[in-house]
């Protein structure tokens, strides 16, 4: 069976503190990581792709080791309006080229609190 | 431009009854997705189209379970004889094609009584 582990929190943070989420996955033959934002209720939406060389926006930092299977987000200086659930995918390893289904871990809640 | 947009936004049904879910993608996508999010979960994928054709199925977890995208725009994902267990919330996703970005609709809330 193809996973995605990822820690479930809830993480609760005071404005301003830099929080780590982390995730291992099963599937070595995965191409494709990303991390998605899911509010309470609403659609996932892709926050960063992640790539082998590590990647930052803005305040956001992710990691991959291939070797370890192992993803990492980094959130510094935390928001409100950071609070949600983020969740950790990677592709099934595809066929043909083609990017694959996706494979979502259950999610990290994040509050933070003011 | 417009999103995904997905209807009903929710659908109470009992147990027993047929439904059907509509998916109307991202105009010029190719790449179709549906996925189940139940609560506390991660959604989980179901079936996956590239144009008319269902290149993926392997996610529908019964025969129960059957979708179709007849003229590779608009997709139907229809639930017989439904069951307590498939309440959930059903999300479709589209793609350029089938090695970008998905970006997801709101998804149908379906409750069966």
């Known amino acids: 069976r193809k996973e995605v582990e990822q820690d479930p929190g809830p993480f609760n943070v005071p404005e301003g503190a830099t929080v780590a989420f982390n995730c291992t996955y099963s599937?070595?033959?995965?191409?494709?990581f990303f991390w998605y934002r899911q509010d309470c209720r609403k659609e996932p939406k892709l926050l960063m792709s992640?790539?082998?060389s590590g990647n930052e926006d803005g305040r956001f930092t992710a990691q991959l080791n291939r070797a370890s299977q192992y993803i990492s987000l980094l959130i510094r200086d935390s928001k409100l309006s950071d609070s949600a659930t983020y969740l950790c995918?990677?592709?099934?390893?595809?066929?043909?080229?083609?990017?694959?289904?996706?494979?979502f871990g259950k999610g990290t809640k994040l509050s933070v609190k003011p | 431009g417009a999103g995904v947009s997905q209807t009903p936004s929710n659908k109470v049904t009992e147990k027993g009854k047929y439904v059907e879910l509509r998916c109307d993608p991202i105009?010029?996508?190719?790449?179709l997705y549906w996925y189940r999010q139940s609560l506390g979960q991660g959604p989980e994928f179901l079936i996956y189209?590239?144009?008319?054709?269902?290149?993926?199925d392997s996610g529908l977890p019964n025969d129960r379970f059957f979708a179709v995208r007849p003229e590779g725009s608009v997709s139907t994902l229809k639930i017989q004889r439904t069951e307590r267990g498939d309440s959930a919330v059903y999300l479709c996703?589209?793609?350029?094609?089938?090695?970008?970005?998905?970006?997801f609709g709101a998804g149908t809330r379906l409750s069966v009584l």
């Open positions: 189209f590239q144009g008319t054709g269902a290149a993926d």
């Open positions: 995918v990677v592709n099934d390893g595809g066929y043909g080229g083609s990017q694959g289904n996706l494979i």
């Open positions: 996703a589209s793609s350029r094609s089938g090695k970008d970005i998905q970006y």
């Open positions: 599937n070595s033959a995965s191409q494709s």
């Open positions: 992640v790539y082998s």
């Open positions: 105009s010029g996508h190719t790449a």
